[in-house]
């Protein structure tokens, strides 16, 4: 179902007690107009975010979570996301309606995005308040596995406290320890690493502020069961929609924008939601350098380049990085095929300067080598790596 007006007034025409789920991304107080425009630029989508005080921003949130809490089963939740605008207000207009008793957790949503244009710390999160209406909420256990740095053989003995409240392993009559049958993992956390859309995801559909899917996802596996009743007032483009489709869920958006409204009823009717690669294969399979490599780039400094079959990495200094391409010579390739293969790869790129480490045993005179034989005097040989870590000042002088 989708509601076209202010979700105040569309609140007060749902029946209490009658909500599993409640997910609501309002206006964050930005104080910007939210504007962007869709892939191929035909279509501008925009809404104000505008306030003239905290103040009035805060009681328009607080007025409309009253509603929420209303319509709202017992057993229900209610998920508020914002950011670092005005994150410290709204946990208290949650706390004023709900309770501070059914405070549940502060997500974190944790995504990689890049700027240099901010003085200050890069912002890389944004966060979702969870509360209950109760204390009696439905909630599905989510399990995750266990950090590679766990000791695995510890995690299966069992454990008691001795008579000093210390936490022991348990042994039976015979002194052996006594193991645990089974353990599910550890339990879902509070930092949720989910990929921001990118402008290229099928998905994206140019409304400002648009949420992964698979973010919805996640939220709407925890506290519901197929069938429920997920309710989003401010539905936007309708993410939380197509989720709650996708999972079996039945579903009510609402929106002020009537175009909002069209593009929420163009996704419902063909859902896209884009796979993330990284949470399907886990960052380890981004990384193609071998160990050896790998050991090179660390001691020079150099931070690696994955998936790209002429350079290894860019050269780092102590305050920023160059551009300037390495290759490590490979174990199973002539010098000239390993410059060829740096060539290749910088071709459309204009590096000025090229570095190859060699990895063999002959032992050269010059630290660089500036043989007319090369294919490129642009590319400096590094023959000896002790010297080069030494001397990494000599080379930009060059």
């Not at 879902?188 to 290229?200: H, M, R, T």
């Amino acid at each position: 179902m989708l509601k076209h007006g202010d979700c105040i007034t569309e609140l007060n025409k749902i029946e209490q007690n009658s909500i599993d789920l409640i997910y609501l991304d309002p206006p964050f107080f930005t104080q910007k107009k939210q504007t962007l425009k869709n892939k191929d630029n035909s279509k501008e989508y925009s809404f104000e975010d505008t306030w003239d005080s905290i103040h009035i921003y805060k009681n328009y949130i607080q007025k409309r979570l009253n509603e929420c809490k209303r319509v709202l089963k017992n057993t229900g939740s209610i998920f508020l996301h914002c950011d670092r605008s005005a994150s410290h207000h709204l946990r208290i207009a949650l706390d004023e309606v709900f309770g501070d008793q059914n405070f549940r957790s502060e997500i974190i949503w944790s995504y990689k995005r890049w700027s240099n244009a901010k003085k200050g710390l890069l912002n890389a999160h944004q966060v979702i308040f969870f509360y209950t209406k109760t204390k009696d909420f439905k909630f599905n256990q989510v399990y995750t596995d266990y950090s590679p740095t766990t000791n695995l053989d510890q995690i299966f003995q069992k454990r008691v406290r001795d008579k000093n409240g210390k936490t022991v392993y348990k042994t039976s009559a015979d002194g052996n320890v006594e193991l645990i049958e089974e353990k599910k993992g550890v339990p879902l956390s509070d930092v949720w690493e989910i990929p921001y859309l990118n402008p290229k995801a099928k998905e994206r559909v140019g409304y400002p502020t648009q949420k992964p899917i698979l973010l919805l996802e996640k939220i709407i596996k925890l506290v519901t069961n197929e069938g429920d009743t997920v309710l989003d007032p401010f539905c936007g483009s309708g993410t939380t929609l197509v989720a709650s489709k996708l999972l079996k869920r039945k579903y009510i958006g609402i929106d002020q924008s009537e175009e909002a409204i069209k593009l929420a009823s163009q996704r419902l009717d063909n859902p896209i939601k884009t796979e993330s690669n990284l949470l399907k294969n886990g960052k380890d399979s981004y990384i193609n350098q071998d160990l050896k490599t790998l050991a090179i780039l660390n001691r020079l400094h150099i931070i690696p380049v994955q998936r790209n079959k002429g350079i290894d990495g860019f050269l780092k200094t102590e305050k920023s990085f160059k551009p300037i391409p390495v290759r490590i010579q490979k174990e199973s390739e002539t010098l000239e095929n390993a410059i060829k293969l740096l060539l290749q790869a910088c071709q459309k790129n204009g590096y000025q300067k090229k570095i190859l480490i060699k990895t063999n045993n002959l032992q050269m005179n010059q630290l660089f080598d500036f043989d007319d034989k090369r294919l490129d005097k642009n590319v400096i040989v590094v023959d000896n790596i002790d010297k080069f870590c030494e001397d990494k000042e000599r080379f930009f002088a060059i």
